[in-house]
């Protein structure tokens, strides 16, 4: 406006250019429509926002820009639900939106999601598949909250998540038998073993060494020490050994440290660090679980930085390199490693009230539910540079097993909103029942490899978890489908008891076969171990639970009773050697799991069902229980 004032003494500046009327006119006209233009342009181009600011009323333009970082924190503080957790701010879809202002923001956001995620992965050497810097591009899940700090202070109501709970967490105390209560405490008796001798020789390695009395550390971990105390706190909790609690409970207090530096494999410190710390945290509302929890799941977010987002296998949780397993053919990705993480990262994001541990585990989701499936089946090896898969070997096993044990369970964990984990499982299984279940020579029936289109006959102790995650898909199936789903879980889950019964111990071997004239028994003298693995007593618990046919809790204590004979040494429990034969020696190692699942899920089938009631939990693969997130009991504002 200022242009077209006359100023005193001075003629307008259309007169002082010599103009004419009507030629004052035209230029008038020229000049209004050069105005209306550029102010539309102030409007209608991206990034406007703060020439609106100068032109809207101050309150609209706050609510305006505020909006998707005030709907995402409600969001998490009301619900772990799949489709209602805290979700990136719209700017996170920006690259598929390039404005002519886009480069400039881009370059902005990926610094914003790079200091999110931690420190780029990096080259690392040898044969192990790099990480190259540009890579990171194509990223799609890289959808950090653009500006965390500004966000109001996120805080979890874990009071409200308490009063949610419909059965108290260590069960309301009913009447039981006395046989049943004296075999659950003979198991609490084996619990306090195990952790008084890890204590003794052993506290803060991450297991104990039996025979040797000293710790073990290994190479799983990258530097995180303490995996059986970790491991270990919600068994002793939902044991009520308070003081062994307590002394683990210090233990993490003063002496778990999180700046290590070392290679760690994703899954194992998802499944067992994190899981443990989530569980302990819902058991017992402690902070400092929920706060350890938090810190180690952002050390792991580097390992996503790869084109399609699906996470290479082993990071340095100092410096966030990552890389695939040197075995994993041509730089792939392990199915049952990217696939393992839904549980705990949606628990992630509901706590810290951030979604990037979310957005990261849905676009694992979405990569899966696109790329196409070899006869229904998901093979186990997936490239995280293409997004295709890299070898045809399917296993409800090992490489394979939790993957399909996630989807069901991501269902339940979102009170059965998550119909996609739900579709995605049913799918799978249906493609499983037609291509691997087969029924042996003398009946059994078992669950094949499948190698490229050839079944192998061959069924891993790690299989036999499948049992019990058929058997409680199966309650929410229709009809016939879950008569018949109910059938193979209780077959399953009955072969694998074959696998124990039939070996000299009464405990199984690592692997067993069906050919060549063998039934459930192992051929190959590198499958005769036995390492106190769960996933057969995991199988009990589940149809125990669900069936409540007295023969699940006779062969937990045949598993029981073979533990003290053949694994408990006299300072603590031992994996063995060599199930066929009455003398084994022993391997000197007891497993972190041990503590975390083998014993946890033998305490839970002498116990009542309220205790961990699975319509309050799910337990995660390391049989860490997470809470279902029951979203009708908030709505309705019930205790
Ligand atoms: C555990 O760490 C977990 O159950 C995992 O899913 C597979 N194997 C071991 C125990 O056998």
């Given at each position: 406006m200022v242009v077209l004032r006359k100023l005193p003494g001075m003629p307008g500046w259309p007169a002082a250019l010599g103009l004419r009327l009507p030629q004052k006119f035209l230029f008038l006209l020229f000049l209004s429509g050069l105005l209306t233009l550029c102010f539309g342009a102030l409007f209608l181009l991206p990034d406007s926002s703060r020439f609106k600011r100068l032109f809207l009323p101050r309150r609209a333009t706050a609510s305006a820009s505020s909006s998707s970082s005030a709907s995402s924190s409600s969001a998490s503080s009301s619900s772990t639900r799949d489709t209602d957790l805290p979700r990136s701010p719209p700017a996170a879809a920006e690259p598929r939106h390039a404005s002519p202002a886009a480069p400039r923001r881009l370059r902005e956001k990926l610094r914003t999601a790079a200091r999110m995620a931690g420190p780029p992965a990096r080259t690392a050497p040898g044969s192990r598949q790099q990480v190259q810097g540009g890579e990171s591009r194509a990223q799609p899940a890289s959808a950090a909250p653009p500006a965390r700090e500004t966000r109001a202070p996120f805080r979890f109501d874990y009071e409200r998540f308490r009063r949610s709970l419909r059965h108290p967490v260590r069960g309301g105390r009913s009447g039981e038998d006395p046989e049943t209560r004296a075999r659950r405490m003979k198991i609490k008796e084996m619990m306090k073993f195990a952790w008084d001798n890890y204590k003794q020789?052993?506290?803060?390695?991450?297991?104990?060494?039996p025979l040797t009395r000293n710790g073990h550390i290994g190479n799983?971990?990258?530097?995180?020490?303490g995996a059986t105390v970790i491991d270990a706190l919600d068994t002793l909790y939902i044991m009520e050994l308070e003081e062994e609690f307590q002394e683990a409970k210090q233990w993490v207090e003063k002496s778990f440290d999180l700046n290590v530096n070392g290679e760690a494999s994703l899954f194992e410190v998802n499944i067992r660090y994190i899981g443990g710390l989530l569980a302990t945290y819902y058991l017992t509302g402690e902070e400092v679980f929920k706060s350890k929890a938090l810190e180690l799941g952002e050390k792991l977010l580097p390992a996503f930085n790869t084109p399609t987002g699906i996470p290479r296998g082993v990071i340095n949780l100092g410096s966030g390199m990552s890389w695939s397993w040197g075995w994993a053919s041509a730089g792939s990705s392990i199915l049952a490693e990217f696939g393992t993480l839904h549980l705990e990262f949606l628990h992630l994001s509901e706590l810290s009230g951030n979604p990037v541990f979310a957005e990261k585990v849905r676009n694992i989701r979405r990569v899966l539910s696109r790329v196409e499936k070899p006869q229904g089946l998901y093979p186990n090896f997936l490239s995280p540079v293409t997004g295709s898969w890299v070898q045809h070997h399917v296993s409800i096993?090992?490489?394979?097993?939790?993957f399909y044990e996630y989807l069901i369970k991501s269902w339940l964990m979102s009170d059965k909103k998550d119909s996609e984990a739900k579709k995605m499982y049913d799918d799978a299984l249906e493609a499983i029942e037609k291509h691997l279940v087969k029924k042996s020579a003398g009946g059994l029936t078992y669950i094949a490899e499948w190698r490229g289109g050839i079944l192998d006959h061959k069924m891993g102790h790690?299989?036999?978890f499948s049992g019990g995650m058929i058997a409680l898909g199966a309650q929410h199936g229709a009809g016939d489908r879950r008569q018949r789903h109910m059938e193979l879980a209780a077959e399953i889950t009955s072969t694998c008891h074959e696998s124990y019964t039939r070996s000299d111990t009464k405990l199984g071997p690592e692997a067993f076969r069906f050919d060549a004239g063998s039934e459930a028994t192992a051929t190959r003298l590198s499958e005769?171990?036995?390492?106190?693995?769960p996933e057969v007593v995991e199988s009990y618990m589940y149809l125990w639970r669900l069936t409540h046919q007295p023969k699940y809790r006779h062969w937990g204590w045949e598993v029981v009773q073979a533990l003290e004979k053949h694994c408990r040494v006299e300072a603590g429990f031992s994996g063995i050697r060599d199930v066929y034969t009455t003398t084994p020696t022993h391997d000197n190692m007891q497993q972190s799991f041990f503590l975390a699942e083998t014993l946890k899920y033998l305490y839970l089938l002498f116990c009542e069902d309220d205790v961990l009631s699975l319509e309050d939990w799910v337990f995660n693969t390391e049989a860490h229980p997470l809470p279902i997130n029951h979203t009708d009991l908030r709505a309705a504002g019930q205790p």
């Open positions: 020789y052993a506290l803060g390695k991450n297991e104990l060494r799983m971990f990258g530097g995180l020490r096993g090992g490489l394979g097993d939790s790690l299989a036999c005769r171990y036995y390492i106190l693995r």
